[in-house]
């Protein structure tokens, strides 16, 4: 079983950066786990960001934060991140990571294992 516990949220002005972690833990290799970013915004369903394979050599993206954001992962540190770059205030939502040893798609139902999320607020 894995832990994940993200950081790096905050309030950002539109066209501004953010890069967040998310950090896991456990009685397990980190590099066993497909990682994604989902997002939920107010009144909205959770939905798909990015995900990245467990060797880090695959990555999807969601066609609305393709070419601005970026995932990749240190299998040293535990660590998957999210660089947020140009960021817009329809990016706003909290944000979550989610490991699965099985699967490295974008749907979230498939997702095992979740953080508990951080805010990300792009102002206009």
């Known amino acids: 079983q894995v832990q994940l516990v993200e950081s790096g949220g905050g309030l950002v002005q539109a066209g501004g950066f953010l890069r967040l972690s998310c950090a896991a833990s456990?009685?397990?290799?980190?590099?066993?786990?497909?990682m994604g970013w989902f997002r939920q915004a107010p009144g909205k369903e959770r939905e798909f960001v990015a995900t990245i394979s467990w060797s880090g050599g695959s990555t999807n993206y969601a066609d609305s934060v393709k070419g601005r954001f970026t995932i990749s992962r240190d299998n040293v540190k535990n660590t998957v991140y999210l660089q947020m770059n140009s960021l817009k205030p329809e990016d706003t939502a909290v944000y979550y990571c989610?490991?699965?040893?099985?699967?490295?798609?974008?749907?979230?139902?498939?997702?095992?294992?979740w953080g508990q999320g951080t805010q990300v607020t792009v102002s206009s």
């Open positions: 456990g009685r397990t290799f980190f590099s066993d786990y497909a």
């Open positions: 989610a490991a699965d040893r099985t699967y490295s798609g974008s749907s979230l139902h498939r997702y095992n294992y």
